[in-house]
């Protein structure tokens, strides 16, 4: 069968048609359940996308006859490949191949690698051989020691194809009873297989049925033979019939069933007298017997074949469904059970295992109600509950008794995965460190351990991964660490478990790079046995998303493509190559990637949620915002394929934010918390919406229920900050201290973080008049962490001193690095600081110093003009100050300095001439931009030069008694007070005014400028 028809469509040099053709086929090949059938369209793909890459490396003028030159020289080995596998008999046989692996080219150290390519490539398109043969290749050649230097040239799922296929307990074809025309044998063996997809794969439609049946006739025209090619026939003839007797709307009679099925089996019979010893003629004949409820013979005929070959699962689970029609429940489940536990994830065997369950289970409710006193009839029923997803009644069972002796062992275990499986975890995690403790204490007999108690004693590792498993969803992934470390290291039944589970807490710890060499050594140990890769699949998964958050792009889609290559079905890599897309602003990629995993599943919540995260990146918030609330309002999470449900909750509670959709936005926080109260993060938003709708109380408990569910440093911060909007200093002190007590060191931004909460509680300190505990927090920590790592901390420190009354240490500490540091922000903002600090304090050398420096370094900052400005009025340089404000007016229209400059003006001049009317109505601000006490500040002072002192008192007093500004360090508002005293002073209201500059001096702290003031007002009275 040639590519294009594996791919159906015609031939074409289209890579999107191509691609387009592959994915519509991998709608119906699953690779779990056909990794043949996966292989083939994997490499039929392949070949198409090469073709078209030949194609395009040719120049346009050269034709078909020409291009031949460009393909690989044929050479003696390829032609001695190609005759062995055109030779069918020898083909098939390991000898034969032995035989040419003995050729110098395959045994040269020269020639060896150069052959084995060869050979490999040979194989991408002639690989219709038995498993030993692949068995004898991979040994021979130690494929799976050279994989990683074969990946170099060959796509990394074809060389897992080899190993998987040299693993395989049996064959998928029987090779050796193939006879006739040779010419034609892979065409027989890919349209046998063919019909054997369709048959386990197609829904059994009258279209599939009637088209499978045409696939059997283009089998029968083939000009070869073989007992399976008739014994298919029979098989889905078989199939057909049973079909038809469930038809709800025509069955067939069982009269006429039955007579079909006779005349099956004899031809059933026929074949098996010329191939007695067949596995698969034996098997479709105890199903005939079974279909014509002959179950002796049928459990007879099954059973024979397990004992040649234990491992035909065809067999076993025919003769479990033997035993459920006989009645014999329990065999059937003990047989169900076993294919459970050797094809984990299977859902055949676990629906056929639940039908036999349902019925044990109504037996054993009757023998628990006749026998309450036997614990192990109700181990066994809670057992069958828990198997069938039925786990609250498994809990009800459980609850009846108290286990003794052994009985703990099966009991904690069982128990504890109810409860886990309802998400219990509190509970389930006791009965697991029980359970641990219970196989810790397995003592041997005399003569060592029993078969009884290595079984026990082999559980020890997946005690531990289901105990880290509980610690994981307790986000206490420290602790999941320390137990996932016995099951990655042992090798054990259920280690895949263990290993993924290793992957996803290592992910949450953020140790990235771990988890990435985790994921690495996963890749290096695959077990191609089981042909279904969940562990390769989710190496790859992890390994991407590891790659994201490192911000390695490229290696991250590498990653997520090789995970969709695996299985195709799984919403996670197409999530990861998503966000790369989206990060790297490529939304057309992003939107084609959703498109491509909508093929398979059109009505995806996952790519609805990620389609809102691309337009709200696209500035598109009102159509993300409908698009959500679609999938949340429709969301049912039985049947999503959402990976995060809260994830979607707080993208559209974060939306109705943006959107000043206050009471939405609380309304779903709330919803998150009623699904996950142990989600720390939706307290934190839900303090800040409530902050946002000035609900303080709200606000306080929301942080301290973030603080309940997981003690952090940021959460406390939080807190703190909020008693300090409220001027209680002394829980927003005991807040920040709790911060700093817990504050991590692991990273420069964690010590960025936390010198950051150092200066809030200097702040606190300082609004708490213990202004010199601040200044020595500061100084140590200046000198702990340095500049570099907070330039913030010498700032705070300099202003700290100067209220202490230390203002030479302040002059020292802000001179040295103004003058001489390296951070050119840093040292322009010790010069502004400065150059006020010394016009405060009447140095007025020192302020023009620093104003000519700042200038020099920022001659375009708007703040250093108008903080000199505010020193020049202080220290009586009107005509100076009138200058400076001027230049701050021109520099930045959009902050509103004209007050200041009003007050220079008529303190200079004695009065606002008419040719600065124009200030007048620029310096008004207006009501709606009044947000902050220092807007009432500059309005007051603009009223006061104009003498409206009645307005200007009304703002002033807004000022001092509204909420401080959020980074203010003062206790009370200390420029709006030193605005009352001046107020008080021209209305010649002294007694005022004196209280107006205490509290500005209470407020402040040490001013040499406030003091002054009220030491002349005491002084003139």
């Not at 639940?354 to 026998?371: F, G, L, P």
């Not at 195709?568 to 790297?584: K, N, S």
């Not at 404000?885 to 959009?894: I, P, Q, R, W």
């Not at 509204?962 to 200390?974: D, N, Q, R, T, V």
Request: charged share 35%.
């Amino acid at each position: 069968m040639n590519i294009w028809t594996i791919l159906g469509i015609g031939q074409t040099d289209d890579k999107g048609a191509i691609k387009q053709a592959y994915r519509e086929r991998l709608k119906s090949v699953n690779p779990e359940e056909d990794a043949d059938g996966f292989m083939e369209l994997r490499n039929a793909y392949e070949e198409a996308i090469a073709s078209c890459e030949r194609q395009e490396a040719l120049p346009e003028d050269m034709d078909d006859e020409a291009s031949e030159g460009l393909q690989p020289p044929r050479t003696e080995l390829t032609d001695k490949l190609e005759q062995l596998y055109n030779d069918y008999p020898n083909r098939i046989r390991v000898d034969a191949w032995r035989e040419l692996f003995r050729e110098d080219a395959f045994v040269s150290l020269d020639t060896e690698a150069e052959a084995l390519e060869e050979l490999l490539v040979f194989m991408m398109g002639h690989y219709r051989m038995p498993d030993a043969v692949f068995r004898e290749i991979v040994d021979r050649f130690d494929i799976a020691l050279r994989k990683e230097d074969l990946l170099v040239k060959f796509p990394e799922d074809y060389i897992s194809y080899i190993l998987g296929v040299a693993a395989r307990k049996q064959d998928g074809f029987a090779y050796e009873y193939l006879t006739g025309d040779y010419t034609y044998a892979d065409d027989y063996i890919e349209q046998y297989m063919k019909i054997e997809r369709m048959d386990k794969q197609d829904e059994p439609t009258p279209e599939n049925r009637t088209a499978l049946h045409k696939e059997l006739e283009r089998l029968k025209q083939l000009p070869l033979t073989h007992p399976h090619g008739d014994v298919l026939e029979i098989y889905v003839q078989m199939r057909d019939t049973h079909l038809q007797e469930k038809d709800v709307e025509q069955p067939l009679p069982r009269a006429e069933a039955e007579a079909v099925y006779e005349a099956l089996l004899s031809r059933i019979n026929a074949n098996l007298e010329r191939y007695p010893k067949d596995e698969m003629t034996q098997f479709i004949k105890s199903e005939m017997l079974y279909r014509l409820e002959r179950y002796e013979e049928a459990k007879q005929t099954a059973e024979e074949i397990l004992a040649e070959n234990p491992d035909y699962e065809d067999a076993q689970y025919c003769l479990g469904d033997i035993y459920y029609a006989m009645g014999d429940l329990e065999k059937a489940k003990d047989i169900f059970e076993e294919l459970m536990h050797n094809n984990y994830g299977d859902m055949a065997y676990l629906t056929r295992l639940q039908q036999v369950n349902e019925a044990i289970i109504e037996k054993w409710k009757q023998d628990v109600a006749e026998h309450p006193e036997d614990h192990q009839k109700k181990l066994d029923l809670a057992w069958c509950y828990y198997q069938n997803q039925r786990e609250p009644e498994a809990l009800e069972v459980f609850d009846t008794f108290e286990p003794e002796g052994d009985e703990i062992f099966f009991y904690c275990n069982a128990k504890g995965r109810c409860y886990l499986a309802t998400g219990q975890t509190e509970k389930a995690l006791p009965l697991f460190l029980k359970w641990k403790k219970a196989i810790e204490d397995i003592q041997p007999e005399e003569g060592g351990y029993t078969e009884e108690q290595n079984k026990r004693r082999k559980r020890y590792p997946y005690a531990h991964t289901l105990i880290a498993s509980c610690y994981y969803n307790l986000k206490e992934y420290e602790k999941a660490k320390e137990y996932i470390q016995l099951p990655v290291e042992t090798e054990h039944e259920e280690q895949i478990t263990g290993l993924i589970l290793n992957l996803r807490i290592l992910y949450e710890l953020q140790e990235y790079g771990n988890c990435m060499k985790a994921c690495d050594e996963m890749l290096e140990h695959i077990d191609y046995e089981s042909m279904v890769y969940e562990d390769e699949y989710w190496a790859h998964c992890y390994r991407a998303k590891c790659c994201y958050m490192l911000d390695y792009l490229q290696e991250c889609i590498y990653s997520a493509e090789k995970a969709i290559r695996i299985y195709p079905y799984g919403v996670e890599p197409y999530i990861q190559e998503i966000l790369t897309f989206q990060q790297a602003e490529q939304y057309e990629d992003a939107e084609h990637v959703m498109t491509q995993y909508r093929e398979f599943r059109p009505e995806s919540d996952a790519m609805d949620y990620y389609e809102a995260l691309n337009l709200r990146a696209q500035e598109k918030p009102e159509e993300a915002l409908k698009l959500l609330e679609k999938v949340e309002a429709n969301y049912k999470a039985d049947e999503s394929d959402l990976p995060n449900y809260e994830d979607l909750l707080l993208e559209l509670a974060d939306l109705y934010d943006e959107a000043n959709r206050n009471e939405d936005s609380i309304a779903i926080y709330n919803k998150v918390v009623s699904i996950n109260p142990k989600n720390p993060d939706v307290f934190g938003y839900l303090g800040y919406m409530y902050r946002k709708v000035h609900e303080t109380e709200l606000a306080i408990k929301a942080y301290e229920d973030q603080i309940k569910v997981r003690p952090h440093a940021a959460y406390y911060t939080n807190l703190g900050f909020i008693y300090w909007e409220r001027r209680d200093y002394g829980n927003a002190l005991e807040n920040f201290e709790q911060a700093l007590a817990i504050a991590p060191e692991r990273s420069d931004r964690d010590i960025q973080r936390k010198t950051e909460v150092i200066r809030f509680k200097t702040r606190v300190l300082l609004c708490l008049n213990r202004i010199t505990e601040g200044c020595q927090i500061l100084m140590d920590a200046i000198q702990k962490y340095g500049d570099d790592m907070d330039p913030q901390l010498r700032i705070e420190a300099g202003l700290a001193l100067t209220r202490a009354d230390r203002y030479p240490e302040a002059e020292q500490l802000l001179e040295s690095y103004a003058k001489e540091g390296t951070d050119e922000n840093l040292r322009f903002d010790c010069a502004s600081l400065l150059m006020e600090l010394a016009g405060e304090e009447d140095d007025t050398l020192m302020m023009d110093q620093m104003y000519q420096l700042g200038i020099k370094l920022k001659p375009d900052n708007t703040s250093i003009y108008s903080k000199y400005g505010r020193v020049l009025i202080m220290s009586g340089r009107y005509a100076e100050a009138v200058d400076a404000y001027k230049k701050a007016v021109n520099l930045n229209k959009t902050i509103n300095y004209y007050g200041e400059l009003l007050e220079a003006l008529y303190l200079r001049d004695g009065e606002i001439k008419s040719e600065y009317a124009e200030y007048l109505s620029k310096a008004v601000i207006p009501e709606e931009d009044r947000k902050a006490p220092r807007d009432y500040i500059k309005l007051a002072r603009y009223c006061r030069v104009i003498g409206d002192y009645a307005d200007a008192e009304k703002y002033l007093k807004q000022a001092v008694t509204m909420k401080l500004c959020s980074s203010c360090g003062y206790h009370g508002c200390e420029e709006g007070y030193y605005e009352l005293g001046i107020l008080y002073e021209v209305m010649g209201e002294r007694e005022k005014a004196i209280e107006a500059y205490e509290k500005a001096i209470e407020a402040h702290g040490h001013c040499y400028v406030y003091e002054k003031r009220l030491q002349d007002l005491l002084k003139n009275s």
